[in-house]
């Protein structure tokens, strides 16, 4: 387990201040949970319940029997968000399922209940959850306003757009929960926004700065406000490919800059960015794209990368892998780096979107 210290931090967090607020990273340690889930929807048969984590992981199953639901939720952690999602088969409708995001503290009683009030074209009813105070209802504002929009069809008139994402949205309403800071994990632009986060954050009670979203946003501001200005790839992302040839940074001394793609094959984000990227890329001669893997069994990484035929694709080796999590803070993939040939950053954190415009203005 990586372990880090954060010092305490003062109230101003003008951008000069930043570098001192988040002088050094912060430590998070899970506090294990159990809450209780009680529920009754009648007229949908036997529902089904699956509990997954913030990061939408399978955690466990449960069943309400004829909609009749009392059980308690074990081995969880306090204070964080999870996510259920219910299906069932109603007796007028038929089937139908709706997910909800859920905010657990340790002992609560969190009751799933039939809002018939809602008036939803071909849905008698949506469950909504009874308990989880301020946070809760946060986040099931939320989470109604992404999933009740209407989603039209794209230009080609067969294929349906995308959700809008109304995250930001909601971080705007400074509101210093934890919930969001959850929303600002899912983000990409934290540069962007951080004197406006960094606010928030220092204006937020103690419980919200050491939860797990508050700490992750600490850390992440540490890692914006003290970003190495270098790879020295003798130190770090020191790596071999799928023939067991090390990465070599003078292969690629031709290349003006290079994109450093950051994945693995455990994280299915990572993996659904790998073509899209590599597309991006392929527009801008004066750029080369390499893959790092953080997998630690070639048996997880190498099929994949050979199935994909991925190019310029190594894994880290081990022994440098945790000093590139920590020089890097790598806590969530797929992270773009662009530098220059010698290893000088350019860009230290970027999304598909800005990466495109990024090479376009370089």
């Known amino acids: 387990m990586i372990v880090f210290f954060l010092a305490s931090c003062g109230q101003d967090a003008g951008s000069d201040g930043l570098s001192a607020h988040f002088s050094t990273l912060k430590p998070y340690q899970p506090e294990q949970a159990s809450f209780r889930l009680v529920g009754q929807m009648p007229g949908n048969g036997d529902v089904s319940i699956i509990l997954s984590n913030d990061k939408k992981d399978y955690i466990q199953s449960i069943m309400a029997l004829s909609g009749s639901l009392d059980v308690v939720v074990e081995e969880v952690n306090d204070n964080e968000i999870y996510f259920l999602t219910i299906s069932g088969m109603n007796e007028n409708t038929g089937y139908w399922t709706q997910q909800i995001p859920l ?15 809602l008036d939803i074209p071909g849905d008698p009813h949506q469950i909504r959850v009874v308990g989880g105070g301020e946070e809760q209802q946060f986040l099931e504002d939320w989470n109604s306003k992404i999933y009740s929009q209407v989603i039209p069809l794209n230009e080609d008139g067969k294929s349906f757009a995308e959700y809008k994402n109304f995250s930001q949205e909601f971080i705007d309403k400074g509101r210093a929960l934890m919930s969001t800071f959850y929303l600002i994990s899912l983000q990409r632009n934290y540069s962007d926004h951080l004197e406006a986060y960094s606010d928030l954050y220092l204006q937020s009670a103690p419980d919200v700065q050491n939860s797990k979203y508050g700490v992750d946003f600490a850390n992440h501001a540490h890692r914006i406000t003290h970003a190495p200005n270098k790879i020295d790839f003798s130190k770090i992302l020191t790596a071999r490919n799928t023939r067991l040839l ?10 003006e800059y290079l994109v450093l793609y950051i994945w693995a094959s455990w994280e299915p984000k990572a993996v659904a960015q790998l073509e899209e990227v590599a597309s991006v890329v392929s527009d801008h001669g004066n750029a080369a794209l390499l893959h790092f893997s953080l997998d630690t069994r070639m048996s997880d990484w190498k099929p994949l990368s050979d199935q994909m035929g991925i190019e310029n694709s190594y894994m880290v080796r081990a022994e440098t892998r945790q000093a590139s999590i920590d020089q890097l803070y790598l806590t969530t993939l797929p ?14 954190e970027l999304s598909i979107e800005q990466l495109s415009e990024v090479l376009t203005d370089l």
Do not use: M
């Not at 992270?335 to 230290?348: D, F, L, Y």
């Open 103 to 117: 905010f657990v503290t340790d002992g609560a009683e969190i009751e799933l209940i039939l809002d018939t009030e």
């Open 246 to 255: 090390p990465f070599e940074p003078e292969a690629f001394a031709e290349k």
């Open 335 to 348: 992270r773009i780096i662009v530098v220059r040939s010698n290893g000088e950053i350019v860009k230290h």
